[in-house]
């Protein structure tokens, strides 16, 4: 597309540019119109002459191919007056990179729910021979409904520059999603702009180290695609799209109810429309109401000339023209006031201004002269007067003074037949003796006496201990803890090695300079083993995850450590323990691991017994040219 393209600019006859949403690396992102089938769509522009316009051709093609309801399919591509562009479906939601933005972490269901669409479609493409090469949040769009929608299939990768058949990333992609669906944290392969999973010796973090609650199964689906060569593979199996559809189908179980809940849970899906109201015509009011007709006809001819009038119309309460039926409704203007809306039947109606005048609040009454609980005789209750002599000291904020010279109070009350009613409960019971209960104080008497039998045990213990000539707690005077064989820490030591070999399960001829592996055991430091010099860093991006040396301890032995005196710096170091001679290290568990400088140990994490000691490196230090690895020298201790 030229730089001077602007919005409303045609191409190919057809496509009006309506909205630029983005531009990078020389290609345009429009939102266009259709002239021909009147509707939106999605344009993706690149010059003709740029490398990729033959790559972004060929995947709109594969692409076509593509039959599923959840992926906006290609409408058009074309290489046409000096541009090359893809026409998508144009789609209409918010994507997964914004939701989790706005709302956070999804819940465990919505998430595995979410992922298994996207794989589902996913396996469906793959099933086909095309592969999405770059299935990253930005890609997965939620709609108004909840339903899920998968963008640029095979065209967003060729765009980017990526490899079009790669399905073993996209497996690791859908992994990356359900991880960034738990915790707000991208750890795909493909960049994203979603913040980057935490890691930790060269190996992202499992999800429940991110965020607490995350199932265990999504858990273990992470690690076993996200970290394959540090999970235990065999509890999980799963190495394609499919497979992981299934396994998240049959955890969220029935799906009901799950799309209207994640719509639910994204607000900028249900932002209140506008609601724009027909217009009313103006009426001219009845002439027996407001004066001459004259006056109101010389009016309507000076609106009518063009003159703009001193005030607004009158705004009606029903805004439909007037029926034959109801004249009078025509004729009766009313007050301008807020619009109500009927969310039934779509009727608009509007709040009048009150046409009597608000009542006046009743007179402010003085407050009674007499306490709060004071009967009142008006009720038909007899007179009730104190009784003389008393005064009641509790009496509070409702004492009165009874004009007496002993200020006696309203309590108690006299009700003149002979019974004296007491409104305020007594402080004390003189007749029974009993004081007022405060709560809970019974059991802090409770407490106090278990308190009191605990010290008395622990000192008759004690006692008892000391009398038969023991210490306080029942030890023997000789018996001494700092000289016992179990609280000695017994110091490490050097276990020997009978033999290095090299482990390349993931190299073509399975070796990696076999014939200098001796050099890492043999004490001299200025001899070292070393790998291969790679073009590329180890890792799951990588052709490698990793290469390593086997040491062999001759016999089953405790490890505790791996001492290691390595070329360059940082090294990542996995260390892996086992009885039988290893071909691989992914059926085996890591016994610990660290990222290295030239000198430093990687301690286990609890000792270990086992005859063979895999040093397995999973990062290498960058050197001219690319990355190799040395171990000059790797002591096992024990």
Avoid at 45 to 65: E, H, K, Q, Y
Wanted: charged residues 20%; negative net charge.
């Amino acid at each position: 597309m030229p730089q001077t393209a602007r919005p409303g600019d045609v191409l190919a006859d057809r496509y009006r540019l309506v909205d630029l949403l983005s531009e990078s690396r020389g290609g345009r992102f429009w939102r266009a119109h259709d002239r021909v089938l009147e509707r939106h769509v999605a344009l993706h522009v690149i010059d003709a002459a740029d490398d990729r316009a033959p790559g972004l051709i060929d995947a709109a093609r594969r692409s076509a191919t593509v039959l599923d309801r959840r992926v906006l399919r290609v409408l058009d591509a074309e290489r046409l007056h000096g541009v090359c562009y893809v026409v998508n479906e144009w789609g209409t939601g918010v994507s997964l990179d914004i939701l989790l933005a706005t709302t956070g972490p999804l819940s465990p269901r919505k998430a595995a729910w979410l992922v298994a669409e996207v794989a589902d479609s996913i396996a469906t493409a793959h099933a086909a021979g095309v592969a999405h090469g770059r299935l990253v949040p930005e890609n997965v769009l939620v709609e108004r409904t909840g339903q899920v929608k998968v963008i640029g299939l095979s065209v967003d990768a060729a765009l980017h520059g990526l490899p079009a058949d790669r399905p073993a990333t996209d497996v690791t992609d859908l992994a990356g999603l359900l991880y960034a669906a738990l915790t707000g944290r991208w750890a795909g392969v493909s960049p994203s702009a979603v913040p980057s999973a935490p890691q930790e010796a060269g190996h992202v973090l499992r999800p429940r180290q991110v965020r607490a609650g995350v199932p265990r199964p999504l858990d273990a689906l992470c690690e076993a695609l996200l970290n394959p060569y540090a999970a235990r593979r065999d509890l999980l199996e799963v190495s394609t799209a499919r497979g992981v559809a299934d396994y998240l189908q049959e955890f969220v179980g029935d799906p009901t109810g799950v799309p209207e809940a994640l719509a639910a849970a994204a607000p900028s899906l249900h932002r209140p429309q506008t609601i724009v109201l027909p217009a009313v015509p103006d009426v001219v009011p009845h002439a027996d109401q407001h004066g001459d007709p004259g006056e109101e006809q010389q009016d309507s001819g000076t609106r009518a000339g063009g003159q703009a009038p001193s005030a607004p119309p009158p705004r009606h309460a029903d805004p439909a023209p007037a029926t034959p039926a109801t004249p009078a409704a025509a004729e009766l203007p009313t007050e301008a006031g807020l619009p109500i809306f009927d969310d039934a039947t779509d009727d608009v109606s509007w709040l009048e201004r009150r046409t009597e005048p608000v009542p006046p609040p009743p007179p402010f009454e003085e407050p009674p002269s007499r306490p709060l609980f004071a009967p009142d005789p008006a009720d038909g209750a007899p007179a009730r007067r104190p009784r003389p002599g008393v005064v009641h000291s509790s009496a509070g904020p409702h004492a009165f003074a009874a004009g007496t010279a002993g200020g006696s109070s309203y309590w108690p009350w006299d009700t003149g037949d002979g019974r004296a009613v007491d409104s305020a409960p007594p402080a004390d019971d003189e007749e029974t003796g009993t004081l007022d209960r405060v709560p809970g104080r019974r059991w802090m008497r409770l407490a106090i006496v278990l308190a009191v039998c605990a010290v008395v045990l622990v000192v008759t213990v004690v006692a008892v201990n000391v009398g038969r000539g023991r210490g306080p707690l029942g030890t023997q005077p000789d018996d001494d803890p700092t000289t016992s064989t179990s609280a000695v820490a017994r110091p490490l030591r050097d276990l020997p090695v009978e033999a290095a070999t090299d482990l390349d399960p993931q190299g073509g001829d399975g070796s990696e300079n076999a014939e200098l592996t001796a050099l890492a055991v043999d004490g001299d430091p200025a001899t070292a083993w070393r790998t291969a010099t790679y073009r590329q860093q180890l890792g799951p991006e990588g052709l490698k995850t990793g290469v390593g040396l086997v040491l062999d301890l001759g016999s089953s032995q405790r490890v505790s450590e791996v001492g290691l005196t390595l070329g360059g710096a940082p090294t990542a170091v996995s260390v892996h323990v086992t009885e039988s001679a290893p071909v691989a290290v992914k059926d085996l568990a890591v016994a610990g691991a660290d990222t290295l400088e030239e000198r430093g140990r990687v301690e286990l994490e609890e000792p270990v017994t086992g005859r063979y000691v895999v040093v397995w490196l999973t990062s290498l230090p960058e050197v001219p040219g690319g990355y190799r690895g040395e171990v000059a020298e790797a002591v096992v201790r024990g």
